[in-house]
């Protein structure tokens, strides 16, 4: 029965046996079909049938009859265990596999329930059974299912969303030290933060690509940090503040929440730059001796730096804001105009893109088209991006945006328009 002519029988038996779950195959029956090669299909004489099968003609065996036979050899073989034992493997894990998979998750589902019930009713987020298809579409029940205690996992999550801030800000180690005993647990790229911010977005019914990191803590009234990153500041400062002139200045998360803006004076220049990058910011340090009122995001702004640049537009001052010609660049320009409606875009017009491209770059980098997005300010110039591919920097232009800084007076502003800007800006550490 374990000869080579053989095996493609316990092949076909195998396979049906993986289908129906059923390791056994000792009821019901099966169609198999025959091989072309006569040896093997000789080979089959005598064990169910006595007739000579025809090449490429299905065949049913009466399993419960084939058992019978094969038991005369030995009292406990079934066509399941012969072919177990031909082919060297369990059969039916498959459907076994699975069926263990759905009662490890149905409790694990049940567990989330019982754990979302549980949150008292001042919780700022509750979830509900509903965002359990969500949770497995983002692949947050993969990831869970993955880890070596999901239900542990699942408890700490649970305990996160218990501990935030009902009303203020909370810092984000301190909760993670609250509801699971280290300072660590939430740290970026840890199991149990990536869920907490899952289980969030699901309960705010967020789209799928979602704000980044720092924005999505930030919308938990979670701070990631508030004594790094920040503003960079050249001649702004909160109101109370004496600081030499020409001196830089960081202006932490935690002065931004909480600075009070002083207004112009009759006789102050009202404009204020904001850059994407510091060495903007170094270039006016070292080439402009007047006075020089700029702000550098360092990269892409948070919720608060944004707000800190709203609060100094309500204080009187008019807000110039510009950065690098690729997505995350324009996406910054969106973000600013959408928390300062009356900022206005400076030198971030199609031609100012391309007097910004360089002819002959050392490896260009491409542009992410699908992520540019739009430019209301200049309709035109998203598309001859979308034209060009390549990304062009702020450095292209620094003479131009110093020229500008001197005369405290932005060129080429565009003014920002009415309608509506999208807030699909990615919310990230500066830098």
């Known amino acids: 029965m374990l000869t080579p002519e053989i095996r493609w029988l316990w092949e076909q038996i195998a396979r049906r046996a993986d289908q129906r779950g059923d390791a056994a195959m000792d009821n019901r029956t099966i169609t198999i079909t025959p091989p072309d090669d006569p040896a093997q299909r000789s080979a089959v004489l005598g064990l169910f049938t006595s007739s000579t099968l025809l090449p490429g003609r299905t065949h049913r065996i009466d399993l419960q009859r084939f058992t019978q036979s094969l038991q005369r050899r030995g009292p406990h073989l079934t066509p399941g265990a012969v072919a177990a034992h031909a082919l060297g493997r369990p059969l039916a894990q498959r459907v076994a596999d699975k069926a ?3 009662a490890h998750l149905i409790t694990l589902q049940n567990l989330r329930s019982r754990l979302a019930r549980a949150l008292p009713p001042t919780a ?10 969500s949770l497995r579409r983002r692949g947050s029940i993969a990831r869970l299912r993955q880890h070596p205690d999901p239900g542990k996992l699942l408890t700490a999550a649970y305990a996160v969303l218990n501990h935030l ?3 203020g800000r909370a810092d984000r180690r301190r909760v993670a030290h609250t509801a699971t005993g280290s300072p660590h647990a939430l740290d970026a790229g840890t199991e149990l933060a990536a869920l907490v ?3 969030a977005a699901v309960a705010r019914a967020d789209t799928e690509t979602g704000p980044s990191t720092r924005e999505a803590w930030d919308q938990l009234g979670v701070d990631l940090d508030t004594l790094t990153g920040g503003l960079l500041s050249l001649g702004v400062h909160p109101t109370g503040w004496h600081i030499p002139p020409g001196q830089p200045i960081p202006l932490v998360p935690w002065v931004l929440q909480r600075a009070d803006w002083p207004a112009p004076r009759c006789n102050d ?13 170094a270039a006016a340090l070292n080439d402009i001796q007047s006075t020089v009122r700029l702000l550098c995001t360092m990269g892409t702004p948070s919720r608060t730096e944004l707000d800190a640049v709203a609060r100094l537009a309500a204080a009187g001052w008019r807000i110039a804001v510009r950065a690098d010609f690729d997505s ?6 969106r973000a600013v105009l959408a928390a300062v409606p009356q900022a206005v875009v400076w030198r971030m017009t199609a031609a100012d893109y391309s007097a910004s491209l360089d002819p002959a770059p050392f490896e260009p980098g491409a542009l992410n ?3 540019l997005g739009e430019t209301p300010w200049d309709p035109a110039l998203a598309v001859v991006m979308r034209e060009v591919a390549r990304p062009a920097y702020e450095e292209a232009q620094i003479e131009e945006l110093l020229d500008d800084i001197r005369r405290a007076s932005p060129a080429s502003a565009a003014p920002s328009v009415t309608a509506p800007f999208p807030t699909d800006f990615p919310v990230s550490m500066p830098g």
Not at 124 to 133: A, F, I, S
Not at 328 to 333: E, P, S, T, W
């Open 197 to 199: 911010l899952a289980e």
């Open 165 to 167: 801030p009902v009303e």
């Open 269 to 281: 220049d009202r404009w204020i730059f904001l850059t994407e990058n510091p060495s903007v910011a």
């Open 100 to 102: 263990r998979l759905t």
């Open 124 to 133: 700022p987020l509750r979830p509900d059974d509903t965002g359990w298809d």
């Open 328 to 333: 995350a660049g324009l996406a910054l320009v």
């Open 369 to 371: 088209i699908n992520g």
